[in-house]
């Protein structure tokens, strides 16, 4: 509809009356009905301030709003949601309630919590909109957000850290407590490429957890492949050793770098346990 057909309407006395038109008044100023938005609390939940945001997006346009921030000398150049997060947080100083929650955890759950690089944790605060701070020195995490939020976050976790176990006998030949087999170059490829975790339990058993059987049963594939395969870079000289069993007094070279390959000789590694003769 017009202006002038609009104001015609208005100034017809019998139409006025049948609509309940009242008369035109000059155009009120936008940033005062911007500012008429502002909510009386300093402290919003995550809901209200949602809801916040979806009645100042239906009452004006991108234009408006980036006008409006533009005279405040803030950045303008955003979309429209968050023009409108700015003139929440940083022109009328509202923010979201904030609540924390500490919560220990088992090494586990932080492992798959993190996930390859840290991803799955960028992925869990920004799907939940909170933030978590993890503690690896004392096994715990805490989730800061609204109360919604927290919940929301604790749910994902929990699915996050769902797992299947199995268990298989160690080797004779390898280390076998959790810090020096987790510190193994090779496993911790295994357990980040497949997302798959390693430990030994008090019967000195390995137990291998992750969300797939098949990651499970990989990983036990590579596991064995490698313990009998020794990585040429592996730098772990106790990771396998000789076992036999040798006659007293009998006799065995300590150290024959003739015996080694050259590889083994420019690192400087010594060979302990039994060489035999060459044969020419």
């Not at 209200?48 to 000398?73: C, G, T």
């Not at 919560?103 to 909170?130: C, Y």
């Not at 929990?158 to 076998?176: A, C, D, F, G, W």
């Not at 990989?218 to 020794?230: C, G, V, Y």
Request: proline share 4%; glycine share 2%.
């Amino acid at each position: 509809m017009s202006n002038n057909l609009l104001q015609d309407l208005c100034q017809s006395k019998n139409l006025s009356e049948k609509f309940s038109l009242k008369p035109l008044t000059a155009i009120e100023n936008i940033d005062d009905i911007i500012e008429s938005y502002k909510p009386v609390k300093e402290f919003l939940t995550s809901i209200e301030f949602r809801e916040l945001v979806n009645k100042i997006d239906k009452a004006f346009i991108v234009s408006q709003l980036k006008a409006f921030l533009k005279k405040r000398d803030l950045d303008y150049k955003l979309k429209k949601v968050k023009l409108i997060e700015k003139l929440i947080s940083e022109v009328w100083k509202v923010e979201i309630k904030v609540e924390e929650q500490y919560i220990q955890a088992k090494p586990i759950d932080l492992f798959f919590m993190l996930g390859p690089d840290g991803k799955t944790l960028r992925e869990l605060e920004s799907q939940s909109n909170v933030k978590i701070k993890i503690d690896l020195k004392n096994l715990s995490y805490t989730i800061a957000g609204s109360p919604q939020d927290i919940e929301k976050a604790k749910d994902m976790i929990k699915r996050v850290t769902s797992y299947q176990s199995v268990t298989m006998e160690l080797p004779s030949h390898i280390k076998n407590n959790n810090k020096s087999l987790q510190e193994i170059p090779f496993v911790q490829d295994i357990c980040m490429s497949l997302r798959i975790f390693i430990e030994v339990d008090t019967n000195k058993q390995l137990i291998i957890s992750g969300p797939l059987q098949q990651n499970i049963k990989e990983a036990s594939r590579l596991l064995n492949f490698a313990w009998h395969q020794p990585d040429q870079n592996e730098t772990d000289l106790l990771l396998c050793n000789d076992t036999a069993n040798f006659n007293e007094y009998s006799f065995f070279p300590i150290h024959d770098s003739e015996t080694m390959s050259l590889y083994n000789r420019y690192l400087n590694w010594h060979r302990v346990g039994r060489v035999g003769p060459k044969v020419f």
